[in-house]
Structure formats: C-alpha cells, structure tokens
C-alpha cells in the first residue's frame, strides 16, 4: 500500500488543519487556531522529487489498477481512492488528507488558486441560479435534493503563446446617392492585409476527464494574479485530482481559441469599410509555453425524477453555472401568450393601415 | 336670314347625332409609334371596362419631350370630352415616361392610391423590360380586376382579408418563439468559450504590415420610382394621376 499521505496536525490539539477560504489561512476546526500557509512551506520539501513506487500491497493483482490504497494517519483506516485523487477525506473518521505522491516530482502543480468562497455561498449560489428562472419546472426547487456539495481543485494547463498572422481580406465601401430619375450605387473593392504577432497568456484547458471542459470553461474568468506558488497546505479539507489529460492533448484547444481570437483582433482593425471578407489566413503558434495549476471549483450535484443535475461555481469569482430543466407545458404555455398577443398586434396594426 | 338659321338648325341636329356616334366610337387605343398590336391591346381595354360606362383606354406616343402629363389630359379631353369618366395610361416610349390618369367622380373610390399603386407596380415591371404591348395589357387586367371589386361593392386596400387572420396566428406564433427562446436561453449556461480574448496580453497585439489596395470601382443605377400622385378638378370629375420614368 503506497504511504504517501500527509495530514496538517494542530501543534496545540493534534486535531487536523484545513484551509480557511475566508482567511486564507489553515485553521483547526477544533481549537480554532489559525496558521499562516506560508509557515507549512517546509512540510512540501520532499515534492521536487520523483513520486514514490507503488509498493506491493494486500489487494490482489489488477484489483488496484485504477486505484491507489492509503493508510488514514490518524485512525489508520484503509483509504482507497481514484488513481488521480490528490486529496480527499478518510471515509472512516472524516479527517481531510493530502496524497502528497500525486503532486510530486513531474506531478507537482506550478499553481494553485486558492478557495476565496465558502460551502455556503455555493448552496446559496445555487438558490439564486434557479429564481427568476421562468420556464423551470414549479417543483424543482423544492423536490430537487441537493446530493453533494464538494470543494474540487481541478488541475488545468495553462497556456501562454506568442500568434503570428498574416490574414487577407476583401472589403468593400459602398456610396448611395440620388438625382431627380435614378438612385445610384457605387461600390468600391479593395485588397486589405495584415500581419504582425499578438500574444496570449494564462488561457486554461480542463486537464481533468472528471469535469466537464465545458463546464469548466462557463465558469471562466479566474484571476491568475492571485495565484499561489503550489502548497498542498492549500488542499487541506478540499477533493484534488492530478491532471489525466496531458498538456499535449490539451494543446489543440488552446491553439484553437487563440487562433480564433487572433483572427478577431487582426479583423478588428480592417476599418472604414462596409463588407470584409477574410479571404486566407496563416496563423501560426510560436514560443508556447505550459504551466501547470489547480483551479478552485465547487460543484454541487441534485437529483430530480431520477435524473442528475451538476452545478459549478467558481471558487473564486462566485460565477455560478449548470443547466436547469425546461418545464415544456410552461414553455408552450409563454410561446401561446406572447405568440397570442404579437398575433393580435400585427392584426391590429394592419387593420389600422388597410383603413387609413 | 332663314336659310343662315336653316344652315345653323342643320348643322346643330348633325352635332347632337354625331356627338353619341363619336363617344360610343372614340378609340379605347391609340398608337402612333405603330409598334404594338393594336387590336389585341383594344381586345383587352375593352374588356377590362367590363361593358360598363367607365372608359378604360391607352395611348402610346413616340413624341419624346413635352409635358407628359399635360399631354395625357389634352388626348383624354380631345378623345372623350372632359366630363367623361374613365382611367387612362398614357405612354412615351421615347421619353421613357408614362401617366396613369383617372377621371372619376370625387367620392368614388374604386381607384384610391393604394389601387393605382397596384397597377402601377404591373405596368412599371413590364415598362422597364421595355414590354410595352405587356404594360397596356396588364394595364386592362387590373383595372379589369378594380372595377370587379368595384361591381361587388368593395373597395382594394381598405378592410382586411380573412387571410390575414391565420396569417397574423402564424407570424404571432413564430414571433412569440423569439422571447420563449430567450427565456429557454436563461436556463442554460453551460457554454463552451469561443475566444481567448480574456487572456489577450494589453498592448501585445503589434501590426507589421497594414495594407489596403483600390482593385475596381462599380456603379448602378435603377430609375426613380416617382410616385407623384396629383389630384385636381377635370370637368365634372375629380382626375387622379400618377405616374414616372421606367
């Protein structure tokens, strides 16, 4: 059984730490102490190193292949977990533990974005996502039952990459005008280029199989600049997972966004004309880059008639996503009133005018 | 004396036998540039009147210049008498230009704007293909069609088809999906981003070549549609008119 875990220990109660979003420090629930995250620096020494070997354990062969099996430090419960949880829970005596092996070595985050909101502001985000929402079903709120509200750091890779392009355009300016016998059009083509480099950093991919990259990318922005050298302090009392998606096969989603935007921003500046037409464009990615973070995110999971709702809020902005059901007799009961009344309108109107 | 009164008696009887000969006789069409099909383009004046006493005529002139619609008035006065009441199109090929004219009694409505627009809208479409023959005989047909709803007590462009009632359901409804789209919208927000602009560096975006070339230059030019309707006193009658180039 590998026993790579770490738990953060009170030094006044033995009771085990967890990161305070509101104070952004570690705080013992039981106690109330509260430590600088700064001051548990010393405790990460040993992640620079290659993570350690699986060692051999009770569980037999091929049982363990998509998990790992910890030993809880503080009641020796045996902890099994996801190949990629980086931290968790022990299931027994609902300490929070860190498994320090998925973060070190090659594994080991650049960055963290620390939690900024709490548990309870995403349940009340939640509240707030479904009122005002007039085609959601009447019994939803009320019937749904929120089954799970967690506290995940999601890693993604961050990419920064300097584009450069050269894109032409056809454009076009149009002239009207008119005399006493004719209304005349004038059109003038004209060949527009442009080239040069515009440059991009921090933009995120999912690097997690487990949460949707859709999702993830709805809750965007996160502020960067508020990001943390990587701790595991950080992920005291929170889920983790390393990345399963490696940077490569998160490459292409960068390069398609910042293409996308480069053509964009170069478009932008083809002014003055009525039409513009992007005619060819060579957009290359140069100086690319890779860093690796882990972003604060809770999601929050319901249940309703047997089906499963996910939300997400951004643990740092509060942004709150996550599609909700569509009652179909309210929205053909709207569709029957405003079709009804824009029917009524539009007789009314040409009434008025086959009278004038 | 008597044979002068004798000779004036003459002279007045024959006025009053020819006066109904020459209006029950006077042309429908005329054409001095010889072009059209006369016979065919009478064929469909006549009938458009419908057999009734509203005059329904043409006539094409090759005279460019001039006063169209001056010219217009002059040949239905001379033809038919100021107080008679009919609809005239009176077409210049040369200049390119032509009058619809109406003389009818001041509260009739059979040819209200919205109906002379109507038949103008079909001339014009034939004019402009330089389909003359097709101007006069779409000409006849709406009138013709005019004068039916005129026979059936109703008036073109006032009151409402029933058609417009499914049509009103059918636009309401298609409309009404807009705003129902929108609040389908609202409940869903789980959406891939498009850009990457929020992660642009300020200031990076550098242009090292901003071009733009002149390649042609292209006009076009369609006529005016002139539209200038004129009402004024002829005789007896009110006269409408319209008209314009093509």
Not at chain 1, 62 to 73: A, P, Q, R
Not at chain 1, 174 to 189: F, L, M, P
Request: charged share 25%; with cysteine; net charge neutral.
């Amino acid at each position: 059984m590998a026993d790579n875990l770490m738990e953060y220990k009170c030094p006044h109660c033995g009771g085990v730490l967890e990161f305070d979003s509101a104070s952004q420090k570690m705080k013992c629930p039981y106690c109330d102490s509260a430590f600088d995250v700064e001051e548990l620096k010393g405790r990460d020494q040993g992640l620079d190193q290659a993570p350690p070997a699986e060692q051999p354990g009770a569980w037999a062969q091929g049982e363990t292949d998509h998990m790992g099996v910890y030993t809880c430090k503080s009641c020796g419960g045996e902890i099994v977990a996801d190949k990629t949880t980086g931290a968790t829970h022990c299931p027994f005596c609902g300490n929070p533990v860190v498994l320090t092996g998925q973060f070190s070595g090659d594994l080991k985050p650049d960055l963290v974005l620390p939690f900024q909101v709490d548990k309870n502001a995403a349940v009340r985000g939640l509240k707030q996502h479904m009122s005002g929402k007039k085609l959601l079903p009447r019994l939803f709120s009320k019937d749904s039952h929120l089954q799970e509200v967690k506290g995940v750091y999601v890693p993604v890779w961050l990419f920064d990459a300097q584009v450069e392009a050269d894109l032409r355009y056809k454009a076009t300016k149009t002239k009207n005008w008119s005399d006493n016998q004719y209304h005349y059009t004038e059109t003038e083509e004209y060949q527009a280029a442009r080239a040069g480099t515009v440059a991009y950093e921090n933009l995120p991919v999912d690097g997690s199989s487990k949460v949707p990259a859709d999702m993830l990318e709805a809750l965007e922005p996160f502020d960067v600049a508020k990001a943390k050298p990587f701790q595991t302090a950080y992920l005291s009392g929170y889920l983790a997972d390393r990345y399963d998606l490696t940077a490569e096969a998160a490459k292409p989603r960068a390069e398609e966004r910042m293409r996308r935007s480069a053509e964009d921003a170069f478009r932008s500046t083809v002014e003055g004309f009525s039409t513009v037409e992007t005619q060819s464009a060579r957009i290359q990615l140069q100086d690319s880059r890779v860093r690796y973070a882990l972003y604060p995110v809770w999601l929050l999971h319901t249940r309703w008639k047997d089906k499963d709702y996910q939300f997400a809020m951004n643990g740092q902005s509060g942004k709150f996503v996550g599609d909700l059901p569509v009652d179909k007799s309210l929205l053909w009961k709207y569709r029957a009133i405003y079709g009804g009344i824009i029917a009524a309108v539009i007789y009314g109107v040409a009434f008025l005018v086959s009278h004038l | 004396m008597k044979r002068s009164c004798t000779a004036l008696l003459v002279l007045l009887l024959a006025g009053l036998l020819i006066l109904p000969v020459f209006a029950q006789t006077a042309p429908v069409f005329a054409d001095d540039t010889g072009t059209l099909d006369a016979a065919a383009a009478a064929e469909a004046l006549t009938r458009a009147a419908r057999g009734g006493d509203f005059t329904v005529a043409a006539a094409v002139t090759g005279n460019a210049g001039g006063d169209v619609q001056a010219a217009a008035e002059s040949w239905f006065d001379l033809t038919y008498g100021p107080n008679t009441r009919g609809i005239l199109l009176y077409l210049d090929v040369n200049a390119r230009e032509y009058r619809i004219l109406v003389r009818d009694d001041p509260e009739a409505e059979t040819f209200n704007p919205k109906a002379l627009r109507y038949v103008q809208k079909a001339v014009e479409a034939r004019l402009r293909q330089n389909d003359f023959q097709g101007g006069v005989e779409a000409f006849a047909e709406k009138v013709g069609e005019l004068l039916d709803l005129k026979a059936q007590g109703k008036v073109y462009g006032k009151g409402l088809s029933l058609l417009w009632i499914p049509g009103a359901l059918l636009g309401g409804f298609l409309l009404g999906g807009l705003p129902v789209g929108g609040m389908k919208r609202e409940n869903r927000s789980v959406r891939k981003q498009q850009s990457a602009v929020d992660y642009l560096v300020p200031g990076s975006v550098i242009l090292s070549r901003s071009t733009q070339q002149f390649v042609n230059r292209k006009q076009d030019r369609r006529p005016v549609s002139q539209n200038n309707t004129s009402v004024t006193k002829a005789g007896s009658n009110q006269q409408t008119s319209v008209g314009g180039k093509f």
